[in-house]
């Protein structure tokens, strides 16, 4: 009813289109979860190949494998989505500056987690890890953080890079 009284009174007085950029600049950003996506991705393939281990599958098994692969491609679509925030939202030209080579970074990662949708190659995953974390040490160092790597202590293992938050 509101919204119809306000459209008739518009209609009559014509009142003036506000737009807005949907984006809140908070200025929080972390490539944490784009690692924690690209290990997922990682755990998942070695889960598959769990399942590839077994002589036959049941039909549990089929449906886990279902479940898998589409979180698979779900966690790697993450991880594009992670990292275009951070590179379109908080990226600017002093970074840039900091970081040359920032955009064929950001495209590598979009081709090599399409990879990982496209199929279950574990090597494809650790790729997809190496290349998040050479653009985790890049957003860290453009904050003028230190950054080490350690094995992470779950699941898949992995070699992950972090800040040194003193």
Request: aromatic letters at 8%; glycine letters at 4%.
């Amino acid at each position: 009813m509101l919204h119809k009284m306000l459209t008739q009174l518009d209609s009559l007085i014509g009142f003036d289109v506000a737009s807005a950029h949907c984006d809140i600049p908070c200025k929080i950003y972390d490539p944490a979860t784009a690692q924690l996506n690209a290990l997922t991705v990682i755990r998942l393939f070695d889960l598959i190949d769990e399942l590839a281990q077994k002589e036959s599958l049941t039909i549990a098994d089929q449906a886990q494998l279902a479940r898998l692969v589409m979180q698979k491609e779900e966690h790697a679509l993450k991880v594009k989505q992670d990292v275009v925030v951070i590179w379109g939202d908080y990226f600017k030209q002093p970074q840039f500056e900091q970081i040359a080579n920032a955009h064929d970074l950001v495209h590598s990662i979009m081709l090599q987690a399409s990879k990982c949708k496209q199929g279950i190659a574990r090597e494809n995953g650790v790729a997809l890890l190496n290349l998040v974390n050479e653009f985790a040490a890049a957003f860290w160092k453009t904050k003028g953080v230190e950054t080490f790597n350690a094995e992470c202590p779950y699941p898949p293992s992995e070699i992950v890079t972090y800040p040194k938050l003193g």
